[in-house]
T-cell receptor, first 112, second 112 residues
């Protein structure tokens, strides 16, 4: 069965510090991968998507970057956190057009 | 791109009553639609994927109706119970499944 694992579960980081969030999908090859950010209050914003390893497209940057170093891994990062980066980060996967889209359990980020 | 409007933002019903959440979208070529449930502090759980060819979709304790003419998607929870209290989101992907457009969510409270 396919599983999606996000790490870490939660982070408290200082403004100006770097950040790296990760997501791994097991049990499916060549999935579409997505990063979402959910602000306090609930609105979901898509940040990035990736159709294949090594290729990432930005939807909204928010001073973040993403990479897909392996077929089953998606990384979200920044060198300098802002207070506005606080929120809930969700990784998701699908098998492409027509398939369901499943979400990981998320990482709750607090920037202080 | 696609625009998705979700109403109402907040909904409170008594246990046993029905609850209706509606999304309207703008792209007449949209073919797939999704409803997600998010419990407090948790990730998004897929409730149902809907194809544009199916107007009535039955789930466990809920029905999803699609009106293509009016570009309206509705989630109808029949006989709501306290366990249905959560945020609900509709989502509409673009044709290539690169971008998913989410409604702003509906916070549902079911009063015992």
């Amino acid at each position: 069965a396919q599983t999606i694992h996000q790490w870490p579960v939660a982070e408290i980081k200082a403004v100006g510090s770097p950040l790296s969030l990760g997501c791994t999908i097991k049990g499916k090859s060549s999935p579409n991968l997505y990063w979402y950010w959910q602000a306090t209050g609930g609105t979901l914003q898509q940040l990035f998507y990736s159709i294949t390893v090594g290729q990432v497209e930005s939807v909204v940057q928010l001073n973040l970057s993403a990479s897909r170093p392996k077929d089953d891994q998606f990384i979200l990062s920044t060198e300098k956190l802002l207070l506005s980066h606080s929120g809930f980060y969700l990784c998701a996967w699908s098998l492409g057009q027509g398939g369901e889209v499943f979400f990981g359990k998320g990482t709750r980020l607090t920037v202080v | 791109g696609e625009q998705v409007e979700q109403r109402p933002p907040h909904l409170s019903v008594r246990e046993g009553d029905s609850a209706v959440i509606t999304c309207t979208y703008t792209d007449p070529n949209s073919y797939y639609f999704f409803w997600y449930k998010q419990e407090p502090g948790a990730s998004l759980q897929l409730l149902m994927k809907v194809f544009s060819s199916t107007e009535i979709n039955e789930g466990q304790g809920f029905t999803v109706l699609l009106n293509k003419k009016d570009k309206r998607l509705s989630l109808n929870l029949t006989a709501a119970h306290p366990g249905d209290s959560a945020a609900y989101f509709c989502a509409v992907p673009n044709t290539g499944y690169q971008n998913f457009y989410f409604g702003k969510g509906t916070s549902l409270t079911v009063i015992p």
